[in-house]
């Protein structure tokens, strides 16, 4: 979950990659399914894989009023949440600060995010 908060919105291969490991089959149907995660639509590479954000039930949860209440990397090291010695090279995503590219994040409420991209869909 946190992965796909801090870095979204990202693929099942990003998330595996971050995690260095396989997903679980059912571990993102059941966010889904809980409101937790909603589907943001497809990532324009090769095979068109669906991307993944946060939705509204995420932020309820957790009790934050948007993105960019998420803790970042100092907040986490005051907390005790994160070693000292992280890998060199490695960066955790500050939601505050803007992406590159098609990819930016959106907030929850956004009347211009996508629900889902269906560009399979022929017209007659």
């Known amino acids: 979950m946190a992965i796909i908060a801090y870095h979204?919105?990202?693929?099942?291969?990003e998330v595996e990659s971050v995690r260095g490991v396989s997903l679980s089959r059912g571990t993102l149907d059941l966010l889904l399914e809980m409101g937790f995660v909603r589907l943001r639509g497809r990532r324009r590479t090769p095979g068109r894989p669906v991307t993944y954000g946060t939705a509204d039930r995420f932020l309820e949860h957790f009790g934050l009023s948007n993105l960019y209440d998420l803790p970042g990397v100092q907040e986490m090291k005051a907390a005790g949440l994160l070693d000292l010695s992280i890998p060199?090279?490695?960066e955790v995503p500050d939601?505050?600060?803007?992406?590159?590219?098609d990819d930016?994040?959106?907030l929850p409420g956004d009347e211009d995010a996508p629900e889902f991209?269906?560009?399979?869909?022929?017209e007659d």
């Open 8 to 13: 979204q919105p990202c693929t099942r291969a």
């Open 88 to 90: 060199v090279g490695f």
């Open 95 to 101: 939601p505050s600060r803007a992406t590159d590219g």
């Open 104 to 106: 930016e994040p959106l």
């Open 117 to 122: 991209a269906q560009d399979f869909v022929a």
